[in-house]
């Protein structure tokens, strides 16, 4: 697992973010749960919209990665939707905007791949 971009550099160009790498698979594990979690927690278990709305591949249809991966990232403001910038990369928001545009990934129930 030695894929880590320099990220930093990369921070300003959303249209990189939007061809971004798959992150390695222990950090895709990770990235799962939170979403389940803690995005959970406001789109709902099933991610099908609580206080926020829903984020199936029904819902999203049509909306361009980036411009989710930028309301993940950067969040929304004068709305609830926080941004994530403190726990996850670009390349990141954007791995979890394409999986939901795909149908989220369910957790899996022990070790990876
Ligand atoms: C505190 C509640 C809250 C949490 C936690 C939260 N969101 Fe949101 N999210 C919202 C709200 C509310 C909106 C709608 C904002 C608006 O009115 O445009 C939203 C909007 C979005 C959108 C845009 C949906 C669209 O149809 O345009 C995406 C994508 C999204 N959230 C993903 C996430 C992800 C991924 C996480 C976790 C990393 C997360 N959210 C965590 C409340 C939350």
Partial sequence: M???LPAGA???ALNAA???AEPPAPRRVE???MV???CGSC???RLTGGL???LTPEALAGKPVEFLAATIYRGRPATPMPPWQAMLSEDEASWIATQLLAGFPEEPPGRTR
Avoid: K, N, S
């Fill in 2 to 4: 030695h894929r880590f």
């Fill in 43 to 45: 789109h709902g278990l």
């Fill in 31 to 33: 990235l799962v749960r």
């Fill in 10 to 12: 990369l921070l300003l």
């Fill in 52 to 54: 926020g709305p829903a």
């Fill in 18 to 20: 939007a061809q971004a």
């Fill in 36 to 38: 389940r979690q803690d």
